[in-house]
Antibody, heavy 119, light 110 residues
Framework: QVQLQESGPGLVKPSETLSLTCTVSGDSIRSYYWSWIRQPPGKGLEWIGYIYHSGTTNYNPSLKSRVTMSLDTSRSQFSLKVRSVNAADTAVYYC?????????????WGQGTLVTVSS | QSALTQPASVSGSPGQAITISCTGTSSDVGGYNFVSWYQQHPGKAPKLMIYDVSNRPSGVSNRFSGSKSDNTASLTISGLQAEDEADYYCSSYTNSNTLVFGGGTKVTVL
């Protein structure tokens, strides 16, 4: 059974960097593309980007200038960094597995972690 | 990239069938057969219900079906049940090698 678990600080100050990690169990992190998605409170889903074990990444154009993803195969983890955060970055952040070839669908999701941007 | 367009809400009585639309452009929905649908109950992570326009993952009820015509994809829920009350999101692959989601549709079982 594939499981994903997000971890990281629940509170980040404005202008600082949001950092989250997703730990994958039950499957090889080398076998799929891995995505980050976020959902502001009461709003819809927004795709942030994906990463592959080769280091290939692609990001949502609206976030591209502030986002970096990385992957650690030895720990079965992949990570997200969002720089210069503001209140609009407050959201539940999900990590997910891409069943396809970076074309969706996202078949396994973490439970999500709420990150609040506030001083 | 612009979000795909979904109706804000759809409702139906138990046993009825409802359809949720998801409209994009030729750069996403219309250009690829990579449309997925997700169900999200309050406080929970989204669950994949349909992928590649009309395929159901193992374990998803056959009451859920998907289709596509031109730039619009559709999710149909037949034999509506109380447990189907949730938010539903479509997503599509785009010609920028990215994913885009719809704004979401709240399904209410009357």
């Amino acid at each position: 059974q594939v499981q994903l678990q997000e971890s990281g600080p629940g509170l980040v100050k404005p202008s600082e960097t949001l950092s989250l990690t997703c730990t994958v169990s039950g499957d090889s992190i080398r076998s799929y593309y891995w995505s980050w998605i976020r959902q502001p409170p009461g709003k819809g889903l927004e795709w942030i980007g994906y990463i592959y074990h080769s280091g290939t990444t692609n990001y949502n154009p609206s976030l591209k200038s502030r986002v970096t993803m990385s992957l650690d195969t030895s720990r079965s983890q992949f990570s997200l960094k969002v720089r210069s955060v503001n209140a609009a970055d407050t959201a539940v952040y999900y990590c997910a597995r891409d069943l396809g070839i970076a074309n969706g669908p996202l078949d396994y999701w973490g439970q999500g972690t709420l990150v609040t941007v506030s001083s | 990239q612009s979000a795909l367009t979904q109706p804000a809400s759809v409702s139906g009585s138990p046993g009825q069938a409802i359809t949720i639309s998801c409209t994009g452009t030729s750069s996403d929905v219309g250009g690829y057969n990579f449309v997925s649908w997700y169900q999200q109950h309050p406080g929970k992570a989204p669950k994949l219900m349909i992928y590649d326009v009309s395929n159901r993952p193992s374990g998803v009820s056959n009451r859920f079906s998907g289709s596509k015509s031109d730039n619009t994809a559709s999710l149909t829920i037949s034999g509506l049940q109380a447990e189907d009350e949730a938010d539903y999101y479509c997503s599509s692959y785009t010609n920028s090698n990215t994913l885009v989601f719809g704004g979401g549709t709240k399904v209410t079982v009357l």
